[in-house]
């Protein structure tokens, strides 16, 4: 029979220790998840991060970012191999993923010296509601730990904004940037400037877009909607100031297509509607329309890295 065990008991137990936070987002229709840990060291990390993608399990990706993993897995259960290595080195894997009831029950293994890490570390993040022991709980030394930890299941939610400024005054990436630090519904995730074709006729300066992404309950995704297209309606300087709002972990290949585009190419409103509908896509006029344009091309190049801050000649196509 499992051993429960809350937060609160396990920092009496061990001590404080080191993940900062958990965050388990899930796209149920696309059958994937991504998983944000913060820690307070970048070794750990990086460690974690290598020992998951060889023992396999669930994960499918991960990335680094400072003290921050990031990792992409699919829901369901996969086969743990820590290699020949691991009575000797240790090792960490994510076992399975599974969705109760708007909760996300993630099962970790850790042998050896990992096994303080997903048995004593990671249960006490903020976002942890409890950790289920299916073997003991005693860790470290040459001990093998199994717990299930449960956490809410958010989705993911990607703002895209453009045209709030003027020639005078203002700048989209700033004011999407205090969107995010400010926004009370989720937790704010990522920030993105999104460069597009430096020779649009109707542009500012830079002619560039901004995109915000949180980590949201189900039931606060239209409350999010609603306080953003606020917060920019009351700190635009714009009268064409719109909103683009996509829910999920995948970006479809069309509307990345799109993003693309926005980069080299001259796109009409019209081009952003149809592109919207078929990626299912929410467009939401502010104060204007024109800036659908550009803030549906924030959400195609949100997952695209570097790519997203520069233009094709920064990559070596022109």
């Known amino acids: ?23 388990t987002m899930v796209d149920e ?47 369901g259960e996969g086969e743990v191999r820590f290699g020949p290595a691991s009575k000797d080195t240790g090792g ?10 708007g909760k996300v029950e993630t099962t970790w293994v850790g042998l050896a010296g990992a096994s303080v890490g997903v048995g004593a570390c990671l249960p006490q993040a903020e976002g942890v509601e409890k950790a289920e022991y299916l073997s003991d709980e005693d860790v470290g030394g040459s001990r093998k730990v199994e717990v299930r930890i449960t956490t809410p299941a958010r989705h993911r939610l990607i703002i895209g904004i453009d045209d709030t400024d003027t020639k005078e005054k203002g700048a989209t990436w700033v004011l999407g940037l205090r969107l995010a630090r400010e926004m009370p519904h989720g937790v704010f995730l990522n920030h993105k400037i999104v460069q597009l074709n430096p020779h649009a006729p109707q542009k500012t300066t830079n002619c560039a877009s901004t995109g915000v992404s949180f980590a949201v309950l189900p039931e606060e995704r239209d409350k999010a909607m609603a306080w953003a297209k606020r917060f920019v309606s009351d700190n635009t300087y714009s009268d064409q100031s719109s909103i683009a709002v996509l829910e999920g972990l995948e970006i479809p290949r069309k509307l990345v297509r799109y993003g693309a585009d926005a980069k080299d190419t001259i796109l009409s409103l019209h081009d952003a509607e149809h592109a919207a509908k078929d990626a299912a896509v929410q467009l939401v006029e502010v104060t204007g ?30």
């Open 1 to 23: 029979m499992a051993t429960i065990i809350t937060p609160s008991e396990l920092k009496k137990r061990h001590g404080p220790m080191f993940s900062k936070r958990l965050i």
């Open 29 to 75: 229709k696309a059958g994937k998840a991504k998983i944000v840990e913060e820690c307070c060291a970048q070794g750990p990390v990086e460690w974690d991060a290598i020992n998951r993608l060889r023992a396999r399990g669930v994960v499918e990706h991960v990335e680094v970012m400072g003290t921050t993993l990031v990792m992409d897995a699919r829901i």
């Open 92 to 101: 960490q894997a994510l076992k399975s993923l599974v969705v109760k009831a």
């Open 289 to 318: 329309r024109r800036g659908m344009i550009g803030a549906l091309a924030a959400i195609g190049c949100f997952d695209l890295g570097l790519y997203s801050a520069g233009l094709p000649e920064d990559f070596g196509h022109v």
